[in-house]
């Protein structure tokens, strides 16, 4: 079955930086595009970047762009946010997002805090 789990959160000061991971099973990863969403306290969840199966075009939402990275390792099955410049805005629980055969798939997400 479909599996995501993500990583790499924490506790971080502003203008600090911090590297997500999530690791995908159950699924060819390399045919499929990825996603982060993040989702903050009495927000809805939005879609933070998003990377397509070879890695070669990827989207960011305006207000992360030019602060954080998406990539992706096809031969370990792993998407990556990469978090710079971070912001107490940021402050969010991070989850990797897979559409897989007309159904989306989430990770347990992993908590990130910006604060000084």
């Known amino acids: 079955q479909v599996q995501l789990v993500e990583s790499g959160g924490g506790l971080v000061q502003p203008g600090g930086s911090l590297r997500l991971s999530c690791a995908a099973s159950g699924f060819n990863f390399r045919l499929y595009a990825m996603n982060w969403y993040r989702q903050s306290p009495g927000k809805e969840r939005e879609l933070v970047a998003s990377?397509?199966?070879?890695?070669?075009?990827?989207d960011y939402a305006d207000s992360v762009k030019g602060r954080f990275s998406i990539s992706r390792d096809n031969a370990k099955n792993a998407v990556y946010l990469q978090m710079n410049s971070l912001k107490p805005e940021d402050t969010a629980i991070y989850y990797c997002k897979v559409f897989y055969v007309r159904n989306e798939y989430w990770g347990q997400g992993t908590q990130v805090t910006v604060s000084s």
């Open positions: 990377i397509s199966p070879a890695g070669d075009s990827t």
